[in-house]
């Protein structure tokens, strides 16, 4: 791991301060790998997360912490999110004693955000209330859809009916929650999303994240591809039919694949799209570090056991290079409907505004990015051609 004194000497950048900073935590089980993941997760084996493994993972991650406060001494954190894998599958005594080794080791902002990810597969009456008491203030609850055929073939644990009792629980024990919802499903009609949708909307989510089914490589369905996945142009009527029905029931379209009430934003997620910084520990786990003249992005190591074994949890890191921050940094930003302010952009890159000037005139000459020469704000059609507008950053 890079030491401070290395990190904190004269580079190219100028940041005038440094961003608001988040924590990632990584829980890597899940009862059963999802054909369509490819995210660093790994099946539990013989059914159970043993009582020795959790306690082992945690302390690694106290390891971890401990080894990365120099790079963030003194820096309060914004938001937590505990993400997986399936991290409800650890009990809520083991995420009290997380959420408590955290505590002890950083100062938290005041009404600081921690968020769960929770299967309804892994779900028990009053467990999502033990989270609760656990310090948990947010859950995300991954029901991906209410159709039981749909849930076999994406290859969830749990049924529709797992999926309606736990968002009941869920609404029950916390203020503030995550529906997620996959879209664009085999064989899937736009009359079957709306029910879908009404399903959904029946439990007055204050959030709900929605995904589109892609193929990615080096998963199942990259080598079995399931048949009758909807085309572009059904895809496209998916997303005005849920953005339609959403708005309808008071949740407003805020990022590409984010819809919420109001004061019920994704506290975490936000820092992510403005580009502020976050610390990531835990088995294969990101992280993006701020200093007055540079940005640092690190990688743990990926499998569970290589990540505990290390000392250095640390497997690869680099300073990003001042060619690569506008497209990072746009990659995030215009994700959201609202977009960011160009003096964001100066303070979270320390670049000058003329380091884009070329690509946002071309931007807003193809009317992608709104005319607010104050602004970054993609329009209407810069949201529907997202990836095409950011490219123009590259």
Same mark, same amino acid.
């Given at each position: 791991?890079?030491?401070?004194?290395?990190?904190?000497?004269?580079?190219?950048?100028?940041?005038?301060?440094?961003?608001?900073?988040?924590l $990632?935590?990584?829980?890597?089980?899940?009862?059963?790998?999802?054909?369509?993941c490819?995210?660093n997760?790994?099946e539990?084996?013989?059914?159970?997360?043993?009582?020795?493994?959790?306690?082992?993972?945690?302390?690694?991650?106290?390891?971890?912490?401990?080894?990365?406060?120099? =790079?963030?001494?003194?820096?309060?954190?914004?938001?937590?999110?505990?993400?997986?894998?399936?991290?409800?599958?650890?009990?809520?005594?083991?995420?009290?004693?997380?959420?408590?080794? =955290?505590?002890?080791r950083?100062?938290?902002?005041?009404?600081?955000?921690i968020?769960l990810?929770?299967?309804?597969g892994?779900?028990?009456?009053?467990?999502?209330?033990?989270?609760?008491?656990?310090?948990?203030?947010?859950?995300? *609850?991954g029901?991906?859809?209410?159709? #039981?055929?749909?849930?076999?073939? =994406?290859?969830?644990?749990?049924?529709?009916?797992?999926?309606?009792?736990?968002?009941?629980?869920?609404?029950?024990?916390?203020d503030?929650?995550?529906?997620?919802?996959? $879209?664009?499903?085999?064989?899937?009609?736009?009359?079957?999303?709306?029910?879908?949708? #009404?399903?959904?909307?029946?439990?007055k989510?204050?959030?709900?994240?929605? $995904?589109?089914?892609?193929?990615?490589?080096?998963?199942?369905?990259?080598?079995?591809?399931p048949?009758?996945?909807?085309?572009?142009?059904?895809?496209?009527?998916?997303?005005?039919?849920?953005?339609?029905?959403?708005?309808?029931?008071?949740?407003s379209?805020?990022?590409?694949?984010?819809?919420?009430? #109001?004061?019920?934003?994704?506290?975490?997620?936000?820092?992510?799209?403005?580009?502020?910084?976050?610390?990531?520990?835990?088995?294969?786990?990101?992280?993006?570090?701020?200093?007055?003249?540079r940005?640092?992005?690190?990688?743990?190591?990926?499998?569970?056991?290589?990540?505990?074994a290390?000392?250095?949890? *640390?497997?690869?890191?680099h300073?990003?290079?001042?060619?690569?921050?506008?497209?990072?940094f746009?990659?995030?930003? =215009?994700?959201?409907?609202?977009? *960011?302010?160009?003096?964001?952009?100066?303070?979270?890159?320390?670049?000058p505004?003329?380091s884009?000037?070329?690509?946002?005139?071309?931007?807003r000459?193809?009317?992608?990015?709104?005319a607010d020469?104050?602004?970054?704000?993609?329009?209407e059609?810069?949201?529907?051609?997202?990836?095409?507008?950011?490219?123009?950053f590259?």
């Amino acid at each position: 791991m890079a030491d401070l004194q290395h990190l904190m000497r004269p580079g190219t950048l100028q940041l005038p301060a440094l961003p608001p900073l988040a924590l $990632y935590v990584h829980l890597p089980w899940c009862l059963r790998k999802c054909p369509y993941c490819d995210f660093n997760s790994h099946e539990v084996k013989n059914g159970g997360l043993t009582i020795d493994t959790a306690e082992a993972y945690l302390a690694a991650l106290r390891a971890d912490l401990e080894a990365a406060l120099p =790079l963030i001494w003194g820096r309060p954190i914004v938001s937590i999110f505990i993400g997986g894998g399936t991290p409800s599958l650890f009990n809520p005594e083991q995420i009290a004693q997380l959420i408590s080794d =955290l505590r002890a080791r950083l100062p938290l902002e005041p009404g600081c955000e921690i968020t769960l990810e929770a299967n309804p597969g892994t779900f028990e009456r009053e467990r999502f209330a033990g989270f609760r008491q656990a310090g948990v203030t947010r859950l995300s *609850v991954g029901v991906q859809s209410f159709d #039981d055929a749909q849930l076999k073939t =994406l290859g969830r644990v749990h049924s529709a009916t797992q999926a309606r009792e736990a968002l009941a629980e869920a609404a029950g024990a916390f203020d503030t929650w995550n529906l997620d919802l996959m $879209y664009a499903l085999p064989g899937q009609t736009l009359d079957e999303l709306a029910r879908e949708l #009404d399903t959904a909307l029946s439990f007055k989510p204050p959030h709900l994240s929605i $995904y589109h089914l892609t193929i990615e490589p080096n998963t199942v369905f990259a080598t079995r591809t399931p048949e009758h996945l909807p085309d572009p142009d059904l895809a496209s009527d998916m997303l005005d039919l849920i953005t339609a029905k959403t708005g309808a029931q008071g949740l407003s379209r805020y990022e590409v694949s984010a819809y919420a009430r #109001d004061g019920h934003r994704c506290a975490h997620n936000l820092n992510y799209w403005q580009f502020g910084d976050y610390l990531g520990i835990g088995a294969g786990a990101h992280s993006k570090l701020s200093f007055p003249n540079r940005v640092l992005r690190q990688v743990r190591w990926r499998e569970p056991a290589a990540f505990m074994a290390q000392d250095n949890k *640390v497997s690869n890191e680099h300073e990003v290079a001042r060619k690569d921050l506008p497209f990072e940094f746009m990659l995030n930003a =215009l994700r959201l409907k609202e977009g *960011v302010t160009v003096t964001q952009f100066l303070e979270r890159t320390g670049l000058p505004p003329s380091s884009i000037g070329k690509a946002l005139e071309t931007a807003r000459g193809r009317g992608l990015l709104a005319a607010d020469p104050a602004r970054i704000q993609p329009t209407e059609r810069g949201f529907d051609f997202l990836s095409d507008l950011q490219q123009l950053f590259l």
